[in-house]
Antibody, heavy 115, light 112 residues
Framework: EVQLVESGGGLVKPGGSLRLSCGVS????????MSWVRRAPGKGLEWLSV???????YYADSVWGRFSISREKSENTLYLQMNSLTSEDTAVFYC?????????WGQGTTVTVSS | QSVLTQPPLVSGAPGQRVIISCTGS?????????VHWYQQLPGAAPRLLIS???HRPPGVPDRFSGSKSGTSASLAISGLQAEDEADYYC????????????FGGGTKVTVL
């Protein structure tokens, strides 16, 4: 079964760091375009970052230099390292496979940035 | 402010047809990039509703249809049902930054 399961969300203080994980089953993370997308309270979906099958990475302006996407082939897992977090980063974060659009979504993990 | 512009709210009576527009520019939709549409029900993760401008993934009712022309795209919902009440998003790609994906601001569909 094709499935994505995010973990690692929680409460973090402003300026802090957090690493999100996305466990992948049913396909190889390294063979696909994999993105992170978030939805902040009261706002719409925002694309954050993508890693392509060649391991090239791309970022939205809002997170460039603060967030880092990576994958671990042996664990078939996608990661998002988030640094210098602010209250503006409070959101539900989704791991997504891209295949003719974002065709598989995880259930999301919630990140709250607050003192 | 989103790169792709959608109306914030669209309403219709049960059975009606509603259309959600998604307006971009020459750096995204007008550059020939595909447009995808997503539905997000309350409390759920988004799901792919329309792929590559007009293709319905398996399991998506044929009440949903998509089209694209020039710098815009649209999603039509025919025979509106109460279960269609959700947020809808268009998504494409943009040449302003390599690898960039862009979403519309989202449209809340309410069934009167």
């Amino acid at each position: 079964e094709v499935q994505l399961v995010e973990s690692g969300g929680g409460l973090v203080k402003p300026g802090g760091s957090l690493r999100l994980s996305c466990g992948v089953s049913g396909f190889r993370v390294s063979d696909n375009y994999m993105s992170w997308v978030r939805r902040a309270p009261g706002k719409g979906l925002e694309w954050l970052s993508v890693v392509d099958p060649g391991a090239s990475t791309y970022y939205a302006d809002s997170v460039w230099g603060r967030f880092s996407i990576s994958r671990e082939k042996s664990e078939n897992t996608l990661y998002l390292q988030m640094n210098s977090l602010t209250s503006e980063d409070t959101a539900v974060f989704y791991c997504v496979r891209e295949k003719g659009g974002m065709d598989v979504w995880g259930q999301g993990t919630t990140v709250t940035v607050s003192s | 402010q989103s790169v792709l512009t959608q109306p914030p709210l669209v309403s219709g009576a049960p059975g009606q047809r509603v259309i959600i527009s998604c307006t971009g520019s020459r750096s995204n939709i007008g550059a020939g990039y595909d447009v995808h549409w997503y539905q997000q029900l309350p409390g759920a993760a988004p799901r792919l509703l329309i792929s590559r401008n007009s293709h319905r993934p398996p399991g998506v009712p044929d009440r949903f249809s998509g089209s694209k022309s020039g710098t815009s795209a649209s999603l039509a919902i025919s025979g509106l049902q109460a279960e269609d009440e959700a947020d809808y998003y268009c998504q494409s790609y943009d040449t302003s930054r390599t690898g960039s994906r862009v979403f519309g601001g989202g449209t809340k569909v309410t069934v009167l």
